[in-house]
């Protein structure tokens, strides 16, 4: 993949939203991308991009069907390569915090054209309640990133071994 290549799928009102799901976890993203679609603002156009791996196009044809609407772009963009050229594509494709998925997320910055000013980037197993483009009205300031703490991870991080916690 050509760095920065990824262009807006729309020249106003883009906003740009990310997941990343592996074939496993179709039925989630699904979820995500119907909650997304019945909570949209119509004055807004969405630009979904998708990071896959190993997400068969039969799955795809079925979420673009889905998902059809006039301010809606689907895309899928499959990350193996990239990640097998950084060595860190492994067998496993399910999204959980080792998988490739994950380094694939990094891969993000630079697939994106630098006509994306924000992101949102958001999991796939997720039910989304509310239209996410005031999200990118978020005052960032110097700031990279703003994101939630995932608890789940902190957990895991908090009770390792590896950080005094846990069992020994």
């Not at 069907?65 to 990350?79: E, G, Q, T």
Request: aromatic share 8%.
């Amino acid at each position: 993949m050509i760095k920065h290549s990824i262009k807006p799928a729309f020249k106003e009102k883009n906003i740009p939203v990310i997941f990343a799901s592996s074939q496993e976890y179709v039925p989630y993203l699904s979820v995500a991308l119907t909650s997304l679609k019945k909570n949209m603002n119509p004055d807004y156009n969405y630009d979904i991009i998708v990071l896959v791996t190993d997400m068969d196009s039969i799955s795809q044809s079925l979420l673009v069907d889905n998902m059809k609407a006039k301010n809606i772009s689907l895309r899928f963009i499959n990350v193996s390569e990239s990640l097998i050229k950084r060595g860190e594509y492994q067998q496993s494709n399910s999204c959980t915090s080792d998988s490739p998925l994950t380094f694939g997320r990094l891969l993000i910055e630079g697939l994106l054209s630098f006509e994306y000013k924000k992101i949102i980037y958001l999991d796939s197993d997720l039910v989304i309640n509310a239209d996410v483009s005031p999200l990118l009205s978020i005052p960032m300031e110097d700031k990279w990133v703003a994101a939630v703490r995932d608890v789940v991870i902190i957990g895991l991080f908090e009770n390792s071994p590896h950080n005094g916690g846990g069992s020994k």
